[in-house]
């Protein structure tokens, strides 16, 4: 069965430290990964995306791993900051037929305390 | 380029009733996918839409229908409201739906509550 498994469920962590988020997943045919921020009463926002030959991507403060060969991917925060308290979403794309379709997590919800 | 935009953001509806939720997506965008999002559930796939037509549905009942107009415009409707379905209804628009690379780009969303 085609799961997506976030863990912790939840964490808090005091500004300024490092943290990091795990995604498992049991998806096949893989296509791609995709970890989206959703802050309190907005929708989810795009950080980055993994595809199948990607180990390790950036975007700023946010780096994402991914091994294909575990089915893992990570989320590390560098020197958080009081706006990174959101909710952090993993979703996998698989190929299905024609299509793509999308499995998501139940996300991480993270705060982050002065 | 403005975002994607959905109304009303928030509804108060009784058991029994209907109710219609609008999307209009970001300029070019030609698929639009609606998600239903409750805190232990997380984001609950209802359908998607690409050049007025479904494309793909995820597994809830009749009661939750939807449709694309040709400006990619979408409504979804909720017919016989149940109490669960109080719950934050997200609204995506993207290029091609899921079969590029490309990321979806929410709505704020709607909250319903039903009592």
């Known amino acids: 069965k085609n799961q997506v498994e976030q863990s912790p469920q939840s964490l808090i962590i005091l500004e300024g430290k490092n943290c990091t988020l795990q995604c498992n997943y049991t998806v096949s045919p893989f296509s791609n990964l995709r970890w989206y921020k959703q802050d309190t009463g907005r929708g989810p926002v795009s950080l980055t995306i993994?595809?199948?030959s990607e180990n390790t991507k950036s975007n700023g403060r946010y780096t994402a791993t991914l091994d294909a060969d575990t089915k893992q991917s990570s989320l590390h925060i560098t020197a958080s900051q009081l706006s990174d308290s959101a909710s952090y979403i993993c979703?996998?794309?698989?190929?299905?037929?024609?299509?793509?379709?999308?499995?998501w997590g139940l996300g991480t919800s993270l705060a982050v305390n002065p | 380029k403005a975002g994607v935009t959905q109304t009303p953001r928030y509804l108060i509806k009784t058991r029994g009733q209907q109710v219609t939720l609008s999307c209009s997506p970001i300029?070019?965008?030609?698929?639009v996918s609606w998600y239903q999002q409750t805190p232990g559930q997380g984001l609950q796939f209802l359908f998607e839409?690409?050049?007025?037509?479904?494309?793909n549905k995820g597994n809830f009942p009749g009661r939750f229908s939807g449709r694309q107009f040709s400006n990619s415009r979408s409504e979804m409707n909720v017919s016989t409201l149940e109490l669960g379905d109080s719950a934050l209804y997200l609204c995506a628009s993207s290029l091609w739906g899921n079969n590029d690379n490309s990321p979806l780009h929410f709505g704020n969303g709607t909250r319903l509550t039903v009592t």
């Open positions: 979703v996998v794309s698989f190929n299905a037929g024609n299509n793509r379709k999308l499995i």
């Open positions: 839409y690409f050049s007025e037509t479904q494309r």
């Open positions: 993994m595809t199948f």
């Open positions: 300029s070019g965008h030609r698929s």
